[in-house]
């Protein structure tokens, strides 16, 4: 870190506490810190807290950090996950170089180690089911029961132990705990398992063991197996750290410092892997990249980019107590990051066909438009002007109310970098419906300049009827309607509070051509109406689909200010 990055802004308790340890020459001085995901489904915004914070302290302390999945759980764990979170982690704009690992590389190690702690009389096969444990493990106020398998012999113990790792033994009829207090006011210490028998093939280690260490077993021990200086973690995790502390005190192994934050908790969405999953597989959304969830794939597909959710997560900063952060600067993020990138682009929604009569049948022109205001290094392009264009209905009113400075049975609007326009005609279906405009255009108004001095109030957008590209144009609204979705206070479930119109799609908006030629997570501006990228669908449909990433509104900036 430079001194001018120390000098802007206090450090946060961890990195108060990391750069205390490197100037005290802890662990020689190393920064070492890891990404720890469980493969057991795809990467969300609060994984990505954990991710920009953890390659950021390394970034920042010249020190390293290690990408490992936690995979002590085959039942739930599956390649494919594994798969997007390096997808993921990668997008997002971090590098792990050579230091990806898995829990499972550990398990020799950890057996091992189970081993010694059964030697040295700290570990015993119980043969207690997981109720009866239960039942035993006490609560908050009442202390445990000691198993009545807890005093077996360190011979039987090994045995026993090695006949589980052959898989003598059905699943679920022994364990292998750790002896520690059945009598502790923290119930992490109260015998915890350490090894249950699961017969069951793992996505790494295929059928080679019938035993896995429970993730309190594994996790710790491989912080400490990599050289981990500072396990970064969540507030839930706390009372398990005089656990881990435990195993590497007892096993004389090194000893990582362990440091809780806060979850991101963020309004209208659910954070949680296992709640996404039930949204999947009841079909609430299309997938776990359904641009509506809050994952990595989901955000990425949507439009979000890598540098808006890290600024994101820098902004959201740390905390010690569980808070929850409003959507709304998510989206100022996304918004002040595309506003300086994002080219400008002309579409509508729902097209109005308006003919300009006094404009010479069969001639085009090609207008200047500006690629964006904030960045002049854009340049211009040129848009296609002919006599037949469409507008958006929402920009024309029969019977407008005063102060309507759009466009009206009479009234004038400037068409951005093309004309002024006036509309003298209004064509209705047998319907009644206004289906097309007749306007006349004032052909010394090129480019949207007033010719005389003459001000209007209104521009609008359009698009050439000649050359404009069909679009299917979807516009994303929150996935639920509730803030706080699994907070209701009546009880409900959090699937109870979806909203009905978290997705609207319209078929048949018109863009101008080079609006219809991006690639998915190329981010543009349809002008007035929001920032889009191109649907993943687009290409395997071999037509343009257009997602919404967010509107132009800022409510965030605004109150915040
Ligand atoms: P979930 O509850 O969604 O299943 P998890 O905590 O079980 O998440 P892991 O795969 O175990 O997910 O998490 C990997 C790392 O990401 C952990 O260090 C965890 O603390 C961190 N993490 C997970 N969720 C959040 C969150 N909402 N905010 C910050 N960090 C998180
Ligand atoms: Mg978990």
Known sequence: MTEEDQNEKPLDFIRTKVKEDQESGKN?????????????GYLHLGHAKSICLNFGIAKEFGGLCNLRLDDTNPVAEKTEYAEAIKEDVKWLGFDWEDRFF???DYFGQLFDWAIKLIRDGKAFVCDLSFEEMRELRGNLTEPGKESPFRERSVEENLELFEKMKAGEFPEGSKTLRAKIDMSSPNINLRDPV??????????KTGDEWKIYP???FAHGQSDSIEGITHSLCTLEFEHHRPLYDWFCENLGIHHPQQIEFARLNMTYVVMSKRKMLRLVEKGYVDGWDDPRMATLQGMRRRGFTPESIREFAERVGLAKRENMIEVELLEHCLRTDLNKRAPRRLGVLRPLKVVIENYPEGKSEGLEAVNNPENPDEGTRQVSFSREIFIDRNDFMEDPPKKYFRLAPGSEVRLKYAYYVTCREVIKDEDGEVCELVCSYDPESRGGDSPDGRKVRGTIQWVDAATAVQAEVRLYDRLFS????EQAEDGSDFTDHLNPDSLIKIKDALVEQAASLLSPGEPFQLERIGYFCADPDSTTEKRVILNRSVALRDSWAKTSK
């Open 28 to 40: 020689e001085s190393r920064v070492h810190t890891r990404f720890p995901p469980e493969p057991n």
């Open 102 to 104: 898995h829990a499972s």
């Open 194 to 203: 350490i090894y249950r028998i699961l017969h069951q093939e793992h996505p």
């Open 214 to 216: 429970s993730y309190d």
């Open 482 to 485: 509730n803030p706080t979705p």
